[in-house]
């Protein structure tokens, strides 16, 4: 936390608006998103695996109604929307981190949008995607 | 526009104790995972359809391919929870200490052991 509270106010002021021209809100909202989704995701997993443990041979019904109930509906399309939010923050930080001009010198910024443009790409096609398979059978 | 943030460092000149291996796992399996989603979105599709297709995504799973791909996102998903689940303790500041710090990896790397072995166990 102590970290965080660095963090807060070195971005803050002057830096901060340089951040908004950056189409960056600022790293704290980053922070907290990556933790909300994270523990969705967690209790999306746990939940999944939960109820492999209780069916003891899964045959179709039982898949089928697992995720016909409502609960599961919800559940999932929440846990996709957490998914998205979760893996663009995670790979536009690794994207920051290793596409740069130490590595890819005069075009990693080039590189690096790309890049970022294919996982923005991925992860609306996850989205619309799975909201299909999730809502729409 | 001149950017005074401190440039990152260059990674090649960095020294890997068993922390940071433990971190870049953590990446590393991210990154996998965000692959790996669009293929468990695949199987689960065709899972959905009918009874015929269930059986059909049951038999293909069976295969050696399959069973090691499915086997990878699985440990990536369980490295990833794990590590992410530590990562999240220590934003509650728990084992921030050096001293703590190592001890969690250790931990870290029990439980990624003891998870993957009662999933294995559980699903072959």
């Given at each position: 936390m102590d970290y965080v509270r660095a963090c807060y106010r070195s971005c803050g002021g002057a830096a901060m608006v340089n951040r908004v021209i950056n189409f960056r809100r600022s790293g704290i909202f980053d922070w907290i998103i990556q933790r909300f989704s994270a523990v969705v995701l967690a209790a999306y997993t746990i939940f999944i695996l939960g109820n492999f443990l209780l069916c003891a041979d899964m045959d179709f019904h039982a898949w089928k109604s697992i995720f016909d109930s409502i609960f599961t509906r919800v559940f999932s399309i929440i846990t996709l929307i957490a998914l998205c939010a979760h893996a663009w923050v995670g790979m536009w930080t690794v994207t920051t981190d290793y596409i740069t001009s130490v590595q890819f010198g005069k075009n990693a910024t080039v590189l690096r949008f790309v890049f970022q443009f294919f996982v923005f790409l991925i992860l609306t096609a996850y989205l619309i995607w799975g909201v299909q398979i999730f809502w729409g059978s | 526009m001149k950017d005074k943030r401190p440039v990152n460092l260059d990674i090649t000149t960095i020294k890997f104790p068993l922390a940071a291996i433990a971190s870049i796992l953590h990446r590393i399996s991210g990154i996998g995972l965000f692959f790996g989603v669009g293929i468990l979105l695949y199987f689960l599709q065709i899972s959905l359809r009918s009874e015929a297709e269930f059986e059909r995504v049951a038999v293909l799973l069976d295969g050696l391919l399959m069973t090691s791909l499915l086997g990878l996102i699985l440990l990536a998903m369980i490295y990833h929870l794990i590590a992410g689940i530590k990562h999240l303790l220590l934003d509650l500041?728990?084992?921030?200490s050096k001293q703590g710090a190592k001890r969690g990896t250790i931990i870290m790397w029990i439980m990624f052991v003891l998870v993957t072995g009662v999933a294995v166990g559980l699903l072959w």
């Open positions: - | 500041g728990i084992g921030e």
